[in-house]
């Protein structure tokens, strides 16, 4: 029996498309998908120097400072640290087994040939 509250997985259709139409689109595709792994890594480099300056302001306090400031329970920085670091990471490595793909076939063809694209590409 199918789970109605999960989607099902739609196997990956290709189509074949002339090279020399595609090749332009896939340097553009390749472009973009580098350009959020970038961005998504610069959060996650932000994220962590936040994290660290907080923890040695918090050591640098006075213990009877510390006493009344409080820190953040360690829940709460598991809780942020999936939020902020695992999760995007995950797609950054979806991102890069995309721009993989696509380095592939743009490796991999002359402009004459006919080339293989997922629907989800093109």
Not at 32 to 45: C, N, S
Not at 92 to 120: F, H, N, Y
Request: hydrophobic fraction near 35%; charge should be positive; proline fraction near 7%.
């Amino acid at each position: 029996m199918i789970n109605p509250t999960m989607p099902s997985e739609q196997p990956i259709r290709w189509k074949k498309k002339k090279a020399a139409d595609v090749l332009p689109f896939l340097e553009a595709y390749i472009a973009r998908k580098e350009q959020l792994i970038a961005d998504i890594e610069q959060v996650v480099e932000r994220y962590e120097k936040k994290r660290l300056a907080e923890e040695r302001a918090y050591r640098a306090m006075s213990p009877l400072r510390r006493m009344f400031s409080g820190k953040k329970p360690d829940h709460h920085l598991a809780v942020e640290y999936i939020h902020y670091v695992k999760k995007p990471m995950e797609q950054v490595r979806k991102l890069r087994a995309e721009v993989e793909q696509a380095r592939a076939i743009l490796t991999g063809s002359q402009p004459q040939d006919e080339v293989e694209v997922p629907d989800d590409l093109g």
